[in-house]
């Protein structure tokens, strides 16, 4: 579904992903790992257009996707959670919500996609009308997974869901991200968490100062003594 | 208005007339400051050509009038006629126009240092003031007067069809942009924009064609407001974008800049100050109150009226 070929792109001059490749299959949860500064966020921006490539190519589908506009990488379906939510703070929950499904004409499919991500953060139906800037950090996290889904993605790119959140909490974006999946989403995900990403995802994909320096199934990886040592503390 | 009436109006019914004179004026600045409003919104840009986009819709819609060759009030269907075409023109030209400042003056500047963009719209507003001289002349040119010249008289204050006509269009036109910016799709997408355009894109909002039609739709407005300006003063110049697009700009400072209720109250606060000093102290100095309020303003309360985190409420 998706594939990045030797990817390098970075900020001004200096390139901070050095020829990253990488796959993402269909129906797959796959996870992005890697220390602070790794260069994961910058990944996520560079498949969904933010961030400009200086080497390499990112298809979507068999088509090249690097070079085109961030509203039209997204119309192709990729949605894209970003790293610190970034909720429109003076507009309301539903508002932002509404944003989300920007790109879509079918009303009665925005309707029951409302009704499903209420459902699945029911939080966020009782404060519809509250402004998102008044929404406490971790309910600011769901309504930038529910915005997200809002838009019918067929690719879903989470940049660490679970940051900052409460135990209970985290268990809660977790539960999210796998029924996102049963529902037929393909899901990216960076994660700090590397123990709960790893028990999530199929493969997963270790990222060290702007390369790919382990790709293995999510299984041998929680397995692996370095990685072990590295992310799983131990 | 003038001061052989004021000589014999009770002072009850020449502070009525003031009133009543300034609040035209004064929704005619309001129209205008709109586009600053809303510009400044969304990207924080005072966009200082606006002034002149104003004054090229008040040469559109005399186009239309010289075309159509009116010379004389209307009334029925021919005034129907003529008013759509006035406005027709004058707003699809100011929302091309202003779409094309967006386009060619400020978009390939969007990252450069603030100054650059001032200096740019000091350059557009200079080629517009030059290509409107050299295509209508230096000098006054009348407006033709095409509404009927109905007027109400009660005990000294006299109102006319006019002044009601400038009203009920700005009221309708303010309303209709405050329910597009709240409700509709392109409204929540514009406030999105102010607030964060890179998560916008993320969603699939097209950001840089947000940004355009903020500008197409301002200068719409101003062309409303240009159309209203040459029939309330028979005359236009085409250095009237000047002094009215500062007044206006005033206005939506005055209201807290980006903030679209705040241009309303702005522009019917100015003009309403400028009817009663030009009544009751000198109609001479009438164009220097905007100013001592646009200065008091920038050293007193920067934030304006309605104002204190006024930028991304477009
Ligand atoms: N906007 C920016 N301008 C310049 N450099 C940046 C920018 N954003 C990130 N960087 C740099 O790029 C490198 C990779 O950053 P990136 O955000 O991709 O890391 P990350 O793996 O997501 O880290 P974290 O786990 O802390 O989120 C870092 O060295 C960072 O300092
Ligand atoms: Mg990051």
Redo the contacts with the bound molecule.
Sequence with gaps: MLRLDNVTA???T?A??KGVTLFVQAGEIVTLL????????????AISGLVRLSRGAIALNGARIDGLPPEAIAGRGVGHVP?GRRVFPRLTVLENLQLGAYLRGDQAGVAHDLAWVFELFPLLRDRRRQLAGTLSGGEQQMLAMGRGLMGRPALLLL??PSLGLAPKLVQVVFDVIRRIHQAGTTVLL?E?NARLALAIAHRGYI?EA?AIALADTAPALADNPRVKAAYLGG | MGLTSSILMSPFHLLLQQLANGFTIGAIYALIALGYTMVYGVIQLINFAHGEVFMVGAYLALTALLILGVAQPLTGVALAGVLTACVALAVGGCGMLGWGIERLAYRPLRRAPRLTALITAIGVSFFLQNAVMLLYGATDRRFPAFIPARRWEWGGTSLTLLQVVIWLTSGVLMVALQMLVTSTKLGKAMRATAQDPNACRLLGIPVDRIIALTFALGSGFAAVGGMLFGLYYNTVNFHDGYLTGLKAFTAAVLGGIGNIPGAMVGGLVLGILEGLGAGYLSSQWKNVFAFVVLVGLLVFKPTGLLGERVADRA
């Design positions: 970075g900020y001004g200096t901070c992903l890697g220390a602070n500064g790794a260069g994961k966020s910058t990944t996520l921006l790293e940049d660490e960076v700090q990222l702007g």
